[in-house]
């Protein structure tokens, strides 16, 4: 699995939190807009991702990995420095329209459409294009990632191919239901290493609505 060496970066006593499906590094901020037993839709701040174009799941990671890990030119610095694990982790189809250690972030999501994916990882909302380490892997890029909308589904279990599917079908007809238009593809997300609990872990599938900020239910 492309996250098994995470827990090298962990204490003994944090992975038993993690194992227990504990969330205790720094996620996405977002706004809740509504609220229902099958979904929810929030509004996401804007954020930093380091982003890489890949084919193979665990050559997309660890180049990313590598990255927030120390392999990058910290700004004014002269040796990598060392920043505490956040996430999500992000994949998602390839669009047109499209070093110092840095924090990892959960969850990690993932977007399907073509063979070919983007995979990115949010950075620590205390960084800026400014402050952010320069990565030394030239495959890598840092972006800016608008805010956006998102209807999310979250469930348990092993975050399999067919589970998602399910779930994202779900989510789908719970959305047309109550007639809120879906406005792109939909990203997967996994909060949790592979080492937690499956009934344990927490699953995301989202996708990006068309829905009026001013609203919260």
């Known amino acids: 699995d492309v996250y098994k060496r995470q827990v090298s970066t962990q204490s003994t006593g ?15 901020k977002y706004t809740l807009l509504k609220s229902t037993p099958c979904y929810q839709i ?5 954020s930093l991702i380091a982003q890489v174009s890949y084919t193979d799941e665990t050559d997309g990671f660890w180049a990313l990995a590598n990255f927030i ?11 990598p420095e060392k ?6 982790v992000l994949t998602e189809p390839i669009r047109e ?4 250690k840095v924090a990892m972030t959960a969850p990690v999501l993932t977007e399907h459409k073509t063979e070919s994916k983007l995979m ?7 960084y800026t294009l400014d402050t952010l380490p320069t990565p030394v892997d030239s495959r890598v890029r840092i ?28 989510l789908l007809k719970a959305l047309e239901t109550d007639n809120i238009q879906v406005t792109g593809t939909s990203v997967r997300g996994r909060y949790n290493p592979p080492w937690t609990v499956p009934f344990l872990r927490t699953n995301e599938i989202m996708v990006p609505v068309d829905y009026p900020l001013e609203s919260k239910e």
């Open 97 to 100: 329209d499209i070093s110092e």
């Open 14 to 28: 944090k992975n038993m939190g993690l194992m227990l499906g504990r969330i205790t590094v720094e996620t996405p």
């Open 143 to 170: 972006l800016q990632k608008e805010g956006q909308t998102m209807a999310v589904l979250t469930f348990s279990g092993f975050g399999s191919e067919d589970s998602f599917k399910q779930q994202e079908n779900i």
């Open 69 to 79: 890990f120390g392999k990058n030119t910290a700004q004014g610095k002269k040796t």
């Open 120 to 126: 990115s990882f949010v950075m620590p909302s205390k």
């Open 42 to 46: 929030r509004s996401y701040a804007p």
């Open 83 to 88: 920043v505490a694990m956040t996430a999500p």
